[in-house]
């Protein structure tokens, strides 16, 4: 069985500019949750979709979005990119029960310059 | 004051020995996760946690609601244990997505 895939896997960006990264769920699981791991500060979450709907957000601004499509891949959008957003955008992905295991893809190493 | 403490933040063992990292949480949960990552940064999800304990192979976890405290325990450790173990909580059924610690760094040396 497959597991969690992110592309890219690396990226550089300069500030300023837009970035979309893309995750693809194990089969089956509809919840996907993305978090940043910035050097540092440990894993934060993001972004929570379920079922094609966004459930959660973290304390992140507004010029983090993403979507879920009705495959339940998802991609996360950053605009306006800023130094500090270089981090490590990790997916992760579960079947949408309460409590779950997540399963994490091996993640996305963003770097703005 | 983080939601999610981890203790030690680094620890360094010799081969063999028993290892204990701790965490504690100061919300409500309905699960305690355990995670491993890597140095290439990929994250396994050990244990998920409501009550009690759990094992898996030489690793155990422990948890106990009352202290809002979690335990893992690494027996006859290896180098290949050598990671970053993260203690994440899910605090409400609300929320599904996980609140972590920062980390405990294990160095395990042969």
């Known amino acids: 069985e497959a597991g969690v895939t992110q592309s890219p896997t690396h990226l550089i960006k300069t500030r300023g500019q837009q970035v979309t990264l893309r995750c693809s769920p194990i089969?089956?699981?509809?919840?996907v949750y993305w978090y940043q791991q910035a050097l540092g500060l440990g894993l934060q979450f993001l972004l929570w979709?379920?079922?094609?709907?966004?459930?959660n957000r973290g304390n992140f601004p507004p010029r983090f979005s993403g979507r879920q499509f009705p495959n339940y891949s998802s991609e996360l959008n950053v605009n306006a990119l800023e130094l500090e957003d270089s981090a490590l955008y990790l997916c992760?992905?579960?079947?949408?029960?309460?409590?779950?295991?997540?399963?994490f893809g091996p993640g996305t190493r963003l770097t703005v310059l | 004051k983080n939601e999610v403490e981890q203790s030690p933040q680094n620890l360094t063992a010799q081969e063999g020995e028993f290892i204990t990292i701790n965490c504690s949480y100061s919300?409500?949960?309905?699960?305690l996760h355990w995670l491993q990552q890597h140095p290439g940064g990929g994250i396994v999800s050990l244990f998920m946690?409501?009550?009690g304990k759990k094992k898996h192979g030489r690793l155990i976890a422990t948890i106990n609601i009352q202290e809002k405290h979690s335990s893992l325990h690494i027996t006859a450790s290896h180098p290949r244990d050598s990671a970053v173990y993260i203690c994440?909580?899910?605090?409400?059924?609300?929320?599904?997505?996980?609140?972590f610690g920062k980390g405990t760094k294990l160095s395990v040396i042969p």
């Open positions: 979709y379920d079922e094609g709907e966004e459930r």
């Open positions: 992760a992905s579960s079947l949408g029960d309460f409590p779950d295991t997540q399963y």
């Open positions: 089969s089956g699981h509809t919840s």
């Open positions: 946690l409501s009550s």
């Open positions: 919300v409500g949960i309905s699960a």
């Open positions: 994440a909580v899910s605090p409400s059924r609300s929320s599904y997505q996980l609140t």
